[in-house]
């Protein structure tokens, strides 16, 4: 097996968003849901993080979020971490996972496209990965080489929902000025040999200015057509860098201030909480108070009618003293008889343990008048405490709620408006260099337009016996799939595509080219694999079955739909067990017996149920 990549998460976030990511295994990786969950949303991201030009397209839940993760394993098992700002030109590269990924850890800063004789770029870092950095192809029938860049590659491996269905070859974009290119590519994973011996040769006149002709026409439209989208976001295409660099300038002190002022709404919030704590402690104890002081409020009333009677009983035996003798009120006895000094004695004692009552109640009320007046003066004490507590939390309130806040969420407003405003500018530039480009590339075919030069003779692109052999493959999957297949699989080198069955594959309807497309791009990734060719070893499909539909089994609107092939096209995926990786992104769900031997993720579009898309809810 030759080296190759392993893509492990793909995460974006942005400020004051929870990040939203997703992670992949070696083997078959389904990720399966209803539409607009953010399937074809990830096929962007990780595009996009592969040196794309084109930022993943936004939509309502994608909204504030500004930047892209990529975590992949490389050679000898070495991880990465891929950071990329949208509308950013450049990337920054970690050697370790995305939660490790600190600003001072970053190990290179480098250009997120391709740059001819510059290996500080991802494209270069991404084709050391594979085995592929320094190979050469030839461009044109003059054998102009260029260096591979990755993005060669990204159509032979990445295939989005669009273009699996079109009838146009697999191993090629569509792009006319990359067609001589495109070819080089696929001949040379099939071979592992480059174009980097060719010599320049010139071509014969009248076929070199012919291709000249359409290639100064397509310019030209490429021009006006790039140039007339720049125009409408920059009237004025040179204000495009001054005013990207201001509003690179706007997020950045924009994110500064957001997360300042986050930083301090949390802090008082939490201030907030302390203070509310406090003044239901000190109600709670206010009220504690209240009642004690009810309680002892009563309590010195029972003392006082203690009291008063215990008076009343010394004045009542003292008046007692003073009546003459007779029998008494209480015995009937005749207190003559018993005599003046044991009655006098007897009243004596009585009215002493009265006193000693009085002595006993006069010092508990002293006591509880003391006590009384520390409640109430506690108590006087923590009304002013929560009348302050009140005043400070109001205070807090309204600066927190009238100004803060606002303040902080019309800066975030305007960071999200800076952030898609930058997005376009980012556009408009890359448009602009687009258009230079053009430009320079026009002028060099109206050059060569005015130089004489002998005939040419074109050669074969693609080894036949290799061509044979990957056919052979694709093939063998499309009878693992169950595919109808009439007769063999050939390549044929003038469409660049495939016969099957002794159809043109662009001939066909969408469903069949979608799967036949399936099929090209996971065989050349099995042909290379087994034969130690450099691959990326991943293949990433968006919607390979959805256009499907199988032979009718049942005749009338109700009729079933044979799902023999859907079926069959994961068992042979997850079957694999060579280290290949494959990301389906489908609508289809695999066989429910594969579920718990794959990495399996539905996206529900049902907040109740599982995990609803890509992107967090709430």
């Known amino acids: 097996m030759s080296d190759h990549i392993i893509l492990q998460t793909v995460r974006v976030d942005g400020p004051g968003r929870k990040s939203a990511d997703i992670t992949f295994k070696p083997g078959l990786n389904a990720v399966v849901g209803a539409s607009d969950t953010g399937k074809s949303y990830i096929f962007q991201t990780l595009d996009y993080l592969l040196g794309g ?283 003559q008889s018993s005599g003046p000094e044991g009655v006098t004695e007897t009243l004596h004692t009585f009215q002493t343990a009265c006193r000693a009552e009085l002595a006993k109640i006069a010092a508990l009320s002293a006591d509880l008048e003391k006590t009384v007046l520390d409640y109430h003066n506690e108590e006087s004490t923590l009304a002013l405490e929560e009348q302050r507590l009140s005043v400070q939390r109001a205070q807090i309130e309204t600066d927190l709620e009238g100004q803060l806040k606002p303040s902080h969420d019309d800066a975030e407003t305007s960071l999200v408006d800076f952030i898609r405003l930058k997005g376009d500018f980012s556009r408009a530039k890359d448009l602009k260099d687009e258009v230079a480009g053009l430009q320079a590339d026009l002028i060099k075919a109206e050059t060569q337009k005015k130089v004489k030069v002998p005939r040419l003779k074109t050669t074969a692109r693609v080894d036949t016996r290799m061509a044979q052999d990957l056919c052979q493959i694709v093939s063998n999957v499309l009878k693992a799939w169950n595919y109808p297949l009439n007769g063999t699989v050939a390549f044929d080198p003038t469409t660049f595509d495939l016969v099957i069955g002794n159809q043109h594959r662009g001939s066909m309807g969408k469903g069949y080219r979608a799967i036949t497309h399936a099929a090209f791009t996971i065989s050349l990734m099995r042909f290379c694999r087994q034969r130690g060719l450099p691959h990326t070893g991943f293949v990433v499909l968006d919607s390979p079955l959805n256009p499907f539909r199988g032979e009718v089994t049942v005749a009338g609107p109700e009729g079933a739909i044979n799902g023999e092939m859907k079926d069959a096209f994961y068992r042979d995926l997850a079957a694999d067990k060579s280290g290949n990786q494959y990301i389906i992104l489908e609508n289809t769900e695999p066989p429910a017996d594969l579920l718990s031997t794959i990495n399996y993720v539905q996206f529900t579009r049902n907040e109740a149920v599982g995990r609803y898309g890509f992107f967090p809810v709430g």
Request: net charge negative.
């Open 53 to 335: 030009g084109t930022e993943p397209k936004q939509n309502p839940n994608s909204e504030g979020y500004n930047r892209a993760w990529l975590q992949l394993l490389g050679r000898n098992a070495k991880i990465m971490s891929i950071e990329r700002v949208f509308g950013e030109d450049m990337v920054d590269v970690y050697e370790t996972k995305i939660e490790q990924a600190l600003p001072g850890l970053v190990k290179s800063r480098i250009r997120a496209f391709h740059q001819t004789g510059s290996d500080e770029t991802l494209s270069h870092l991404l084709l050391e990965q594979i085995g592929m950095a320094n190979r050469q192809v030839r461009r044109n029938l003059q054998n102009a080489k260029n260096a591979v860049s990755f993005r060669y590659l990204a159509h032979l491996t990445m295939v989005d929902e669009q273009r699996i269905i079109t009838d146009g070859s697999p191993a090629l974009t569509g792009q006319h000025t990359a067609v001589t290119a495109e070819q080089g590519v696929l001949s040379l994973l099939i071979t592992g040999n480059d174009d980097s011996a060719l010599t320049p040769v010139k071509v014969d006149k009248k076929l070199r200015d012919t291709a000249l002709d359409a290639e100064i026409n397509l310019l030209q439209r490429l021009i006006d057509e790039k140039g007339a989208k720049l125009r409408a976001v920059s009237p004025n295409p040179e204000d495009v860098e001054p005013t990207l660099e201001k509003l690179t300038e706007s997020i950045r002190l924009g994110t500064t201030f957001v997360s300042a002022t986050k930083e301090r709404i949390a802090a008082i919030e939490a201030e907030r909480q302390l203070i509310w704590t406090r003044i239901e402690e000190v109600r709670s104890r206010r009220l504690v108070l209240r009642e004690q002081l009810k309680r002892l409020a009563l309590l010195l009333e029972y003392y006082t009618s203690d009291a008063s009677r215990l008076e009343a009983v010394i004045e009542a035996g003292a008046a007692f003293e003073r009546l003459p003798t007779g029998e008494c009120a209480v015995c009937g006895r005749d207190q």
